[in-house]
């Protein structure tokens, strides 16, 4: 389960905290993978996790130190993650790449549901893809969020993602269980075009 943690700063919304976290751990048994869009991710990486998080992301643009605060997630024993807005240079996360079990490309501006995928960000998804297989991290998940359909979720694992999070597209489906289907059978058969 993809949990979205927005501070109103970061992001210009405000969405839930540590008590959603903690009861989404009491009531689903899968991994809580926390996406924290904060300006100060470190000031609550403990708290998340205690508060049942598995994977915590954080932005390679937080104002924080992230390559410490990915070496206190995964100190605090949680899988670490690191997050690219659309805009940003895929570069400036290889540093951290080898560090991570995941990365999350933002394939919209983040901070609202419903906006329209981005194309542009399907270099970046190929880049760190490549990135990633080039330091031996073949195991790494690699997600995309944002606009993600049956299409665009083909197009993105094209270029080597493996994970996705499809929000109003689900949820604005006559059958979300179709849909899912539909989804995992469109990234499945895609592989990474060479």
């Known amino acids: 389960m993809h949990l979205d943690i927005m501070d109103g700063h970061f992001v210009p919304n405000i969405s839930m905290g ?22 100060r991710p ?10 049942g998080a598995d994977t915590v ?8 130190d992230v390559p410490a605060s990915l070496e206190r997630i995964r100190e605090l024993g949680a899988r670490t993650g690191i997050t690219l807005n659309p805009d940003t240079n895929p570069d400036l996360l ?40 080039q330091m031996g991290n073949t195991g790494l998940t690699l997600m995309v969020d944002g606009g993600i359909n049956r299409e665009t979720a083909r197009l993105c694992a094209e270029q080597g993602a493996n994970a996705f999070v499809a929000g109003t597209f ?21 592989q990474p075009i060479p």
């Open 94 to 133: 290889l540093p951290v790449l080898g560090d991570v079990d995941e990365v999350l490309c933002m394939t919209v501006r983040p901070g609202y549901g419903g906006q329209a995928f981005m194309p542009e960000v399907l270099p970046a998804i190929r880049r760190i893809h490549d990135a990633s297989v």
């Open 18 to 39: 540590p008590a959603v976290v903690e009861m989404a751990r009491k009531h689903v048994d899968m991994p809580l993978n926390v996406h924290l869009m904060l300006s």
């Open 170 to 190: 689900l949820f604005r489906a006559a059958d979300m269980a179709t849909e899912i289907k539909s989804l995992r059978e469109v990234t499945t058969v895609a």
């Open 57 to 64: 992301l954080i932005h390679i643009e937080a104002e924080c």
């Open 42 to 51: 470190d000031l609550y990486l403990k708290t998340f996790i205690e508060a």
